[in-house]
């Protein structure tokens, strides 16, 4: 490991160190949405969206254990992945707060199951749940993709040490090679 008078090293069970370090790995933002039996559309904010395997295709996300639109989602037994554009920074904010009216202002349609699709977003990933793992504070939830669009005009939103922001200058790599960060063991596509 390299020594340099920049790296900060910091003990692991110090939760807004934890927070601080982990924070420098940047990713995209996704809404989850689902409906309950007597709700109507729910939804929360996640950075940890993933995808696990081609075959079968699926997909994960990790919710807190405190969060309550999680066991709403649980129940229903099926989610919709939302991947937000660069424009919906304020829809981010309002699926991370804790509220009974968070789709107020935010523009949605019902697909085919009723699971609510948000309007302008990247792509979405409807989804079963597969399986639940339990994860400390939080738990896995592994979805089994159903069906899936995209509209690749739309830019994704970007979280990257606590803050939002967006891809000034992407990359379009062929179809079918580079799309999939990862494939299984001795499949991956990366040169
Ligand atoms: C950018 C961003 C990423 C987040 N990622 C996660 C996540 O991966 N897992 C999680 O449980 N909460 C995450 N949150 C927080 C949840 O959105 C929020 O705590 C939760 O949905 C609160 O509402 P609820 O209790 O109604 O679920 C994130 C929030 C933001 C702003």
Known sequence: ???????????????????????????????????????????????????????PPLV????????????VVRERGAFCVNVLGSDQEEVCRRLAAKSDNKFDDIAWTPDSDGLPVLTNAVA????DIESVHDAGDHEIVIGRVRHLA??????????????YGRVESPTTPPHGSAHTPHAPAGQSDRS
């Open 150 to 163: 995209v509209d690749e005009t739309v830019r994704p939103l970007l979280f990257y040490r606590g803050g």
């Open 1 to 55: 490991m390299p020594a340099t008078a920049t790296r900060q090293a910091f003990d692991a069970t110090d939760p807004t160190a934890f927070r601080r370090v982990l924070g420098n790995f940047p990713s995209g933002v996704a809404a989850i949405t689902s409906t309950g039996p007597d709700s109507g559309p729910v939804g929360m904010a996640v950075s940890s969206f993933t995808s696990v395997s081609l075959d």
């Open 60 to 71: 994960a996300f990790f919710p807190a254990k405190t969060s309550s639109t999680w066991p």
């Open 124 to 127: 979405w990933i409807h989804c």
